[in-house]
């Protein structure tokens, strides 16, 4: 799902950073999450 949600983000220029969960699969210890935040 996060790479979904990389690639459409990225197709309209828009400047964007996962954090949280996301974030910590990439940078720390891989855990599964169920939730995504965008701020409107």
Do not use: H, S
Request: proline content about 5%; hydrophobic content about 40%; charged content about 20%.
């Amino acid at each position: 799902m996060a790479a979904e949600l990389d690639g459409f983000l990225k197709i309209r220029g828009w400047q964007y950073c996962f954090i949280g969960g996301v974030a910590n699969q990439r940078w720390g210890q891989p855990r599964i999450t169920v939730g995504v935040d965008l701020p409107c």
